[in-house]
């Protein structure tokens, strides 16, 4: 299974190795340190205010539309529980009321992840991008997910929407700037780890430490 080596910004379920946050996200393991994962801090919240807030107005008991966004919450709640059988069966009969519900493709694809499925993975993020070409964690997971796959050109290019939606989204950066690097563009991975150090709080020591490391090397151990 896919070695989990990526440090988010915020807290959501997965463990990662380079820090004590957590994350929901795939992630990955490059040959050089620590890029860092996505987090859907967003979308875990959005699925609690969909539990709390009831049905939509255009969402009346009994449509599809509501049965498939019921079924989708019973299958988050499965994830929870690291119950991710249960959760592809939910997620599925979710897509089964309602095809087009670009984030039970997303959640979906993450259970894939999780059972070592890396294809189908791929396949649900692509199903959701399909669906909304704006909705950023999926973008960062298929760059997550080619990145494990040592498909560089395609990792950047995901990693490209992601900033061309969200150009401070600093995981996105430094991921980018690994994939530069790993593809011998030396200045634009110097570009880019910059960036990510004026995105970054002071605080954040360590992944600021991992980032200062790459510039000294990339300049040649001047910095």
């Known amino acids: 299974m896919r070695t989990l080596r990526y440090l988010p910004l915020l807290s959501v379920l997965l463990v990662a190795c380079a820090g004590p946050q957590t994350t929901e996200q795939p992630v990955y393991q490059p040959q050089t340190p620590t890029p860092m994962a996505n987090t859907s801090v967003e979308d875990e919240a959005q699925d609690t205010r969909d539990a709390e807030r009831g049905p939509r107005l255009d969402e009346h008991p009994g449509t599809r539309r509501q049965l498939a966004r019921e079924i989708y919450l019973s299958g988050v709640a499965s994830m929870k529980r690291n119950d991710y059988d249960a959760a592809v069966r939910e ?7 309602d095809p087009e519900f670009h984030r039970a493709h997303f959640k979906l694809g993450l259970c894939y992840f999780y059972q070592g499925h890396y294809n189908y993975e791929v ?8 669906i909304d070409p704006t909705f950023v964690p999926a973008w960062q997971n298929l760059g997550n997910a080619y990145l494990t796959q040592d498909a560089l050109e395609q990792a950047r290019e995901a990693y490209r929407h992601v900033l061309d939606l969200e150009p401070t989204h600093a995981q ?3 991921n980018k700037a690994l994939v530069e690097y790993d593809l011998s563009n030396t200045e634009e991975a110097k570009r880019l780890f910059r960036r990510f150090l004026e995105l970054t709080p002071q605080h954040d020591r360590e992944m600021r430490k991992v980032a200062e490391q790459y510039l000294r090397e990339l300049d040649g151990g001047s910095e």
């Open 172 to 174: 996105a950066v430094y």
């Open 123 to 130: 396949t649900q993020y692509k199903k959701c991008l399909a």
């Open 91 to 97: 997620f599925k009969r979710a897509l089964g009321f």
